[in-house]
């Protein structure tokens, strides 16, 4: 079993920063590869970037360059470092921990997200 925790999430200005972390609990987290979603209204939820047990990194075109995914197994932390930010990356950000990948059918557990809005 995994519980995830968001934090991090807030209010920016476009071309601003945000990072966000996820802390994790459960003996798997070293183990597992781990996630960053995110869902804006009336979207479906997408994927952004992963990670894996042993640091090899996935990104979505619109992350790739702006954003970088890291992990700490010693805190059990996943970060998701956001830079450039734009109006269209408001959305509610989730973490997930599983088998990795950018499908979300590979993740088994979720956090309960946290709200990143950027404002132009």
């Known amino acids: 079993q995994v519980q995830l925790v968001e934090s991090g999430g807030g209010l920016v200005q476009a071309g601003g920063s945000l990072r966000l972390s996820c802390a994790a609990s459960?003996?798997?987290?070293?183990?597992?590869?781990m996630g960053w979603f995110r869902q804006a209204p009336g979207k479906e939820r997408e994927f952004v970037a992963a990670?894996?047990?042993?640091?090899?990194?996935l990104y979505t075109d619109s992350a790739t360059g702006r954003f970088t995914i890291s992990r700490d197994n010693a805190k059990r932390t996943v970060y998701l470092q956001m830079n450039s930010l734009k109006p269209e990356d408001t959305a509610v950000y989730y973490c997930?921990?599983?088998?990795?990948?950018?499908?979300?059918?590979?993740?088994?557990?979720w956090g309960q997200g946290t709200q990143v809005t950027v404002s132009s």
């Open positions: 990670i894996s047990w042993s640091g090899s990194t």
């Open positions: 459960g003996r798997t987290f070293s183990s597992s590869a």
């Open positions: 997930a921990a599983g088998s990795g990948g950018r499908y979300s059918r590979s993740y088994a557990y």
